[in-house]
């Protein structure tokens, strides 16, 4: 089954509006989250990197104000797009790793922003 | 230039044939070589690491060449459920951190 819980799996909403994204380690500790986007017909990019208990660390271009990250348990990290805009519309994809466990990813996020 | 390049396709072959795809990396400094697969609308799964001195699994082989900077995977045997994106990724600046390739879609066709 799932070790990596990503939630909700699609969202459509209006432009202007925040949306938050949620992943969880199911049976592992999570010490690390990863974030990740990716537009149609392109790779994977790492958004930011997400440690238990500190500010996470964005990736050159991503702006750390408009996807505001959280990861306040070693079980739980939140990605939330703020005041979203149709070039938000992506899919978004969590991975988690901790102490000996291989790196898991999330089923992933469509997000739509209309 | 992408930190990690691959043909993205598409490659249409017939089932049973044998299909290699290649990549190339700039950053000397990676650690760690894999290659994943994405099916559509999916999150990547690993199909297999990659090592200089290859490995197979199955009818799936991987090569690693470090002096190249250039990572292969060779699909033998073709199965229309190998029909997928497959995805070249290096790690940079520690072993969890991937980087990914555009990927490489692959049709297999009946």
């Known amino acids: 089954g799932a070790v990596v819980s990503q939630h909700p799996s699609w969202v459509i909403c209006k432009s202007g509006t925040s949306v938050k994204i949620e992943c969880r380690s199911l049976d592992f500790q999570a010490t690390t989250m990863f974030w990740y986007r990716q537009f149609p017909k392109q790779s994977l990019m790492l958004m930011a990197t997400s440690n238990e208990g500190s500010k996470a660390t964005y990736e050159q271009g991503v702006e750390k104000d408009k996807f505001l990250i959280n990861h306040a348990s070693l079980t739980l990290s939140t990605l939330t797009v703020t005041s979203a805009h149709p070039e938000d519309s992506s899919f978004y994809i969590c991975?988690?790793?901790?102490?000996?466990?291989?790196?898991?990813f999330g089923n992933g996020t469509r997000l739509t922003v209309t | 230039r992408k930190e990690v390049e691959q043909d993205p396709g598409p490659f249409n072959v017939p089932e049973g044939a044998t299909v290699a795809f290649n990549c190339t990396y700039s950053?000397?400094?990676?650690?760690?070589f894999f290659w994943y697969r994405q099916d559509c609308r999916k999150e990547p799964k690993l199909l297999m690491s990659?090592?200089?001195s290859g490995n197979e699994d199955g009818r799936f082989t991987a090569q690693l060449n470090r002096a190249s900077q250039y990572i292969s995977l060779l699909i033998r045997d073709s199965k229309l459920s190998d029909s997928a994106t497959y995805l070249c990724?290096?790690?940079?600046?520690?072993?969890?951190?991937?980087?990914f390739g555009q990927g490489t879609r692959l049709t297999i066709n009946p």
């Open positions: 990724v290096v790690t940079r600046g520690g072993a969890q951190k991937l980087v």
């Open positions: 990659v090592y200089s």
């Open positions: 991975s988690a790793a901790g102490g000996n466990s291989p790196l898991h």
């Open positions: 950053n000397s400094a990676s650690q760690s």
